[in-house]
């Protein structure tokens, strides 16, 4: 983008400070660049404007690396605010069949014909907003009504939100000039980080704070060409206007709601006391930046799974059970399943953790329990994630809402390892297991309490019983070995069974007779409560278990089912290939590239080495806020064989009733 060679006069402080105002909203600091098309949607859309993909695809192509805040202004000089007259000429685009009106099918196909989707309540809240009449249609027709209101509200909204941006600007300056010392070593830090990896989020849950207090919003995202002065045609991903109802309260309402009552007109001051001498446009070249923090909310306000269905009770459901555990050779492991579906429906599909009373971890920042689904074949790209699960609510469940065809799943939990570690330490006294009298093996209350948890734990489809299956996986977990025949049999013979499968009564009694059969060596008893996560206290602290739920439209039972089809390592692979399909490469040396991913509660680092040597990269993760690491040390070294893809970490938030920022820095130091 060529640049201008003098700068602007003063006469235009206003605009640049509304412009530094939006730009501080999403990026912290002008000194920042932009270095992603959706951070340069979230700034317009901060100063009041409303691009089209086409108008963003203008300024952010495939050779764009990154926007300064002088190449910012430029682009809002050129990309105005929606007119009236477009919104009218949008308005009968959208009306399809030209009767004046809209109604709900006409908007809401609009609504989900591009861009992200809205439901047919979300549409309807729109209308009602804005329907006067109470008819159920947008008017056109009803002309003074609906354009000069809709036309007032869209533009008393975005200078609400200019003034608002304003205030908050000036109370961050208002904050560097009285903590100068601090702010300059921020600043600094800011600085290093810069080259540090790229989060890049796009949520509901980041919207900020001000738009909220104004009220509801939609975009119209349709496929529209406007004329341009009858010179250029423009394909707009929509008309957007931003619908506020609080425009339209009344004096009375307003003041049983604070939230609504008008912003006051900006003070003259303000650009003087804001605006920097440095703010104002000037030559600079685009440099590439590897990294940007974004600070997050925190996920204790993440709220209920917006993407449920509403009439799940009507959907098939099946469910299981599982649980994580940390290995002291294989690292994390897991149960896996398989879903098998005899037609093509659409699934709705949650994971959840499960905290026993004895467990010590989790009670107040829930282990992170997600899940990926996958093609039991790759397709010709070498892909087989089909989906995962991205969203979560406030209480730690993660949900995923995706259409299958026919055909055979994997199910594929995953934990990031950020809660659940090793441990560091153990108790220096083991809690005692069994007891004698007169010459008898007894286990203790204790140690029969964790039994019990241990059967819950092991009995994954929660009918009271243990398959052979789930008696299987229970035994791989705790002896490495599956049972055989000959040893299902010396079960069966031993302890009675209820249709074929062992009860609770059953499996305590087999471990009282293992326990009468050690003597004084009891190493075997804790073998089995350690593979299970126990410590020597009894406590859970290295495993979490976890509640799977799947639910399909319009199927019968007899078309689901779900499966656990062993225990094995977290497949490690699988969450590398959803990272580097959800973002672009970013090069921190040649042939040496990082992929970041980023949702409410978790960001990942994946790192690829594309040449023929061996490199070393040195990660530093110590400038985040508010967040944990999954590795030992937040300064750590990672080697990369020639070919070599890793995950280099996963961040997610240490306290979830604070925002966080997961931040850090990368450096190829061989």
Not at 606 to 612: A, F, G, Y
Not at 628 to 656: C, S, V
Request: one cysteine or more.
């Amino acid at each position: 983008m060529s640049r201008r060679p003098s700068r602007a006069s003063i006469t235009d402080g206003d605009f640049i400070l509304d412009c530094k105002a939006a730009y501080s909203e999403v990026m912290d600091d002008v000194r920042k660049k932009i270095t992603s098309k959706s951070l340069l949607l979230q700034a317009l859309q901060e100063s009041g404007r409303n691009p089209s993909e086409r108008v963003l695809k203008k300024y952010w192509n495939s050779e764009t690396e990154s926007l300064s805040f002088d190449d910012f202004v430029d682009i809002c000089r050129k990309v105005v605010i929606t007119s009236e007259e477009e919104m009218m000429k949008a308005f009968k685009k959208i009306d399809i069949n030209g009767d004046g009106f809209l109604t709900l099918d006409e908007l809401r196909r609009i609504m989900t014909s591009n861009g992200e989707k809205m439901t047919r309540q979300e549409v309807q809240e729109i209308i009602d907003e804005v329907d006067e009449n109470g008819d159920g249609k947008l008017d056109f027709k009803e002309r003074k009504f609906y354009y000069e209101q809709f036309c007032n509200m869209n533009k008393n909204t975005a200078d609400q939100l200019r003034q608002q941006n304003r205030k908050r600007l000036e109370r961050k300056e208002r904050d560097r000039k009285s903590k100068k010392t601090e702010s300059f070593s921020d600043s600094k830090r800011g600085d290093v980080a810069s080259m540090g990896s790229q989060i890049s989020m796009k949520s509901n849950s980041s919207q900020r704070t001000s738009r909220k207090t104004m009220g509801s919003s939609a975009s119209i995202k349709s496929e529209i060409s406007l004329e341009d002065g009858g010179t250029s045609t423009s394909k707009m991903m929509g008309s957007c206007s931003s619908i506020r109802s609080d425009s339209t309260l009344k004096a009375s309402e307003r003041e049983k709601d604070p939230s609504s009552t008008p912003v006051p007109a900006q003070r003259k001051t303000l650009s003087r006391s804001v605006l920097a001498e440095d703010d104002m446009p000037r030559p600079s070249p685009r440099t590439h930046k590897k990294g940007q923090p974004v600070k997050h909310i925190p996920a204790s306000k993440l709220g209920q799974l917006t993407d449920q269905p509403k009439n799940k009770g009507d959907w098939t459901k099946v469910s299981n059970k599982g649980c994580f555990f940390v290995d002291d050779e294989d690292g994390l492991m897991t149960h896996i399943y398989r879903l098998t579906l005899k037609e093509r429906s659409k699934v709705w599909i949650t994971i959840q953790p499960t905290s026993p009373q004895s467990m010590i971890i989790g009670d107040v920042t829930p282990i992170d329990t997600m899940l990926l689904i996958t093609k039991k074949k790759p397709d010709a790209e070498g892909r087989s994630v089909v989906a995962f699960t991205e969203k979560r609510d406030g209480k730690g469940k993660y949900g995923v809402m995706c259409e299958l065809k026919a055909g055979t799943y994997n199910l594929l939990p995953f934990t990031t390892g950020c809660n659940l570690k090793p441990r560091r330490s153990d108790s220096s006294k083991e809690t005692p297991l069994v007891r004698k009298k007169d010459g008898k093996t007894t286990i203790t209350k204790a140690f029969r309490k964790a039994l019990v948890e241990i059967f819950e734990l092991s009995d994954l489809d929660s009918n009271g019983t243990l398959s052979r299956d789930e008696f299987t996986w229970f035994t791989m977990r705790t002896s490495g070995d599956k049972v055989s025949d000959d040893e299902w049999e010396v079960v069966t013979e031993t302890v009675e069974l209820q249709d074929d499968e062992v009860t609770e009564k059953g499996f305590l009694k087999l471990n009282e007779m293992e326990a009468d059969d050690v003597d004084d060596d009891i190493s075997d008893l804790w073998v089995t409560l350690h593979s299970m996560g126990y410590n020597k206290d009894l406590f859970i602290d290295e495993a979490c278990p976890f509640k799977l739920d799947v639910f399909a439209e319009n199927c019968d039972d007899a078309d689901v089912s779900l499966t656990c089809t062993g225990i094995e390592t977290i497949n490690n692979d699988k969450i590398i290939e959803t990272v580097m399909e959800q973002n672009e490469a970013v090069k921190i040396k040649s042939m040496v590239y990082m992929y970041t991913y980023a949702n409410d509660t978790r960001s990942t680092v994946v790192l690829e080495n594309k040449s023929t040597n061996r490199v070393k990269i040195s990660m530093d993760c110590t400038s985040s806020k508010n967040c944990q690491i999954n590795r030992d040390k937040e300064e750590y070294i990672i080697t990369l064989d020639p070919d070599d893809k890793q995950i280099a970490h996963h961040l997610m938030p240490l306290d979830e009733t604070l925002d966080w920022t997961p931040r850090c820095v990368e450096t190829v130091t061989k």
